[in-house]
């Protein structure tokens, strides 16, 4: 008996040092509400839910807008300084909620792939999460915060279309071309907060158009995307490597031309922001030796999109991993899921290479075609993914990309990826052909019916449509092969895939985000 009392109080206290000595990534990393899990999207929800519950969402909102700290933090170059510090103060609030959320970071939308149309945002603003687009002003309707009322009013948008969110283009120029933080409405600072930064309070308005912005939970997920592509402007132009003693105009410049104003005290004005900071000590998201401060941002596309726009000045990352063409892959997994068939190409042996680089390219052009009565569709809001059975064709969508690899290059993995604009418990079947030609004519030219492919995947069901998150292709590597070793041209190339679905005993199929921004295709090679 006693045996059995000593064993059982042993595992009670191996249970108790398992639950409570969990091991968070040193730096925490921040990623893209797109890349969390289901359960991580979940864990977030719940904790900000007890942030409002327990008050200190309500606290921290009169942080922001205290006249003291607004007027700082507003139009001034204390703007980005003041905001990491404010949104890292909520974030380890979030993380001393409990076990469970000791591991916890914030997470970002990043809104610059939805500047042409925001219901491609759909797996941020829909209505499990942070409120469904509308065009009808007032209280939010949905989102997990439909009854919270911040502020003792619950929580507005109007929803402003005069405003537009500021795309991936006009971002990398403003990264790229402005090396100086600035004092005037010429350095960086200034130029982002006025478009890209305030675009978005004012696109969504309500109280996000306002100084009690903080009333809006989306604020967090907002400024960590600021956070996140100002510290893409400060690696790009090597200030993470500048020691934080010798911080000067170019990193960061005050409101005064003759004085620096790295040194000046920010002010909080709040006993829940105790701490006495300067610019200079909050400089650095990563090897900071002023305070204890250490955070990172997962590996993204933009980075290499940028370097792709400026290949004769490319930005040197070191804070930014990215996912860019010709940088090493890791993680590359092959999906073998392919069946013998007369028109479908067979498994070739398994291959190894190496350096494995990457290639990543967004949709050149997409369009969708009617089988039934043969008319095209170039422009639609959605694209119609679908079939009503297997053997009668309701729609097709093609997608054009601009790959350039070289050719006979090694296809390890290839996949697309696209943003489903609805929900579905039923999984879909996919099937996807590629064109016979490369440098094809455009979809303007060609209907999709007309076109010849050469080599075709068989179904592969899809299941993951229950959420608007987005979602890839199996592997289609198989196919990309075929057209890079078809094509002997050294230079970049023009290669459709043309998708067709089928939802069992459900007609017309799934629809998909028609926003080319959206909609990429992503391969690693040898």
């Known amino acids: 008996m006693m045996h059995h009392r000593y064993l059982l109080v042993t595992l009670l206290l191996i249970s108790m040092i398992a639950y409570t000595t969990s091991v968070c990534t040193k730096p925490r990393i921040r990623r893209a509400w797109s890349e969390l899990t289901l359960q991580e999207q979940h864990r977030y929800i719940k904790a900000i839910t ?73 797996h941020v603003l829909n209505p499990k999460y942070f409120g469904s687009v509308t065009n009808i002003p007032g209280c939010v309707t949905d989102g997990f915060f439909v009854s919270w009322t911040p502020g003792e009013d619950c929580v ?29 409405a010429h350095g960086f600072r200034s130029k982002f907060e006025a478009a890209p930064h305030s675009n978005v309070h004012n696109w969504l308005g309500g109280k996000m158009g306002t100084s009690f912005s903080t009333y809006d939970p989306i604020f967090y997920h907002h400024h960590s995307n600021v956070d996140r592509l100002y510290s893409m402007w400060q690696d790009c132009h090597d200030y993470d490597a500048v020691s934080q003693e010798d911080l000067g105009f170019d990193e960061y410049a005050g409101n005064d031309p003759n004085y620096n104003g790295i040194d000046v005290v920010i002010p909080f004005g709040s006993k829940y922001i105790p701490e006495i900071l300067t610019p200079r000590v909050i400089h650095h998201i990563t090897g900071n030796k002023m305070i204890e401060m250490e955070y990172q941002y997962s590996p993204h596309r933009f980075p290499g999109l940028i370097n792709q726009h400026y290949q004769n000045k490319p930005c040197k990352w070191n804070w930014m991993r990215t996912l860019s063409p010709n940088v090493p892959a ?9 069946k013998s068939s007369a028109d479908v190409i067979s498994m070739i042996p398994e291959r190894t290479c190496e350096p494995l680089k990457m290639f990543e390219a967004n949709a050149l052009q997409v369009a969708e075609e009617n089988e039934l009565d043969g008319s095209p569709h170039k422009s639609l809001q959605n694209l119609s993914l679908g079939y009503d059975s297997v053997e009668k064709s309701e729609s097709l969508v093609g997608i054009r990309f601009l790959v350039d690899i070289p050719s006979q290059s090694t296809i390890v993995s290839a996949h697309v990826s696209f943003v489903p604009t609805q929900l579905s418990d039923v999984p879909i079947y996919l099937k996807i052909e590629v064109e016979q030609t490369t440098d094809s004519v455009s979809f303007y030219d060609m209907k999709l ?7 075709k995947m068989n179904w592969n069901i899809i299941n993951n449509w229950t959420t608007l998150r987005p979602i890839s292709t199996p592997d289609i590597s198989q196919l990309l092969q075929y057209a890079v070793d078809d094509d002997t041209s050294t230079h970049s190339r023009s290669i459709t895939f043309i998708l067709r679905g089928v939802q069992p005993n459900i007609p017309n199929g799934r629809y998909v985000s028609s926003d080319t921004q959206s909609i990429i295709l992503l391969v690693s090679y040898c």
């Open 156 to 184: 507005r948008r109007t929803w402003n279309r005069n405003y537009t969110i500021v795309g991936q283009k006009a971002l990398a120029d403003l990264i790229v071309n402005f090396p100086n933080y600035g004092i005037d």
């Open 50 to 122: 007890l942030a409002y519950e327990s008050g200190h969402f309500d606290r921290m909102s009169e942080v922001h807008w205290a006249n003291v700290n607004f007027r700082y933090a507003h139009f001034t170059s204390g703007f980005f300084p003041w905001h990491r510090w404010f949104i890292w103060k909520m974030e380890n609030y979030l993380r001393s909620l409990g076990p469970e959320f000791e591991c916890l970071a914030l997470t970002y939308w990043d809104w610059e792939y939805h500047n042409g149309d925001p219901f491609t945002a759909g």
């Open 449 to 455: 019916s007309e076109r010849r492919t050469a080599k």
């Open 330 to 338: 890791t993680d590359v997994k092959r999906q073998q899921n392919l």
